[in-house]
């Protein structure tokens, strides 16, 4: 959600676990002490990417929202038919 590129097959087989200096990440990303080793996720095998319009994100972060605080599932809907996330009857 943050950079608008999808990861579609996030198994174990595609990830791989580093290390890397924080002074190396974006202050965006994370904010921890330069120069400190932090564990990271590396992306392998780059054949299915999407990328999320800005929209869509911003849509699916109020769709989380709706359900977890207020179990709203009717504004849910509502929000996955308006970004055309659901198929047409």
Do not use: Q, W
Request: aromatic residues 4%; hydrophobic residues 45%; charged residues 15%.
């Amino acid at each position: 959600l943050d950079t608008g590129v999808m990861h579609a097959d996030p198994h174990g087989g595609n990830l791989l676990k580093v290390s890397t200096l924080s002074s190396s990440l974006s202050s965006k990303s994370l904010s921890v002490t330069s120069g400190k080793p932090i564990p990271t996720l590396a992306y392998l095998d780059f054949g299915l990417l999407a990328t999320i319009p800005v929209t869509v994100r911003d849509g699916l972060v109020c769709a989380v929202a709706s359900l977890v605080f207020a179990k709203d599932v009717e504004t849910v809907a509502s929000l996955f038919g308006e970004l055309d996330l659901l198929p047409e009857e």
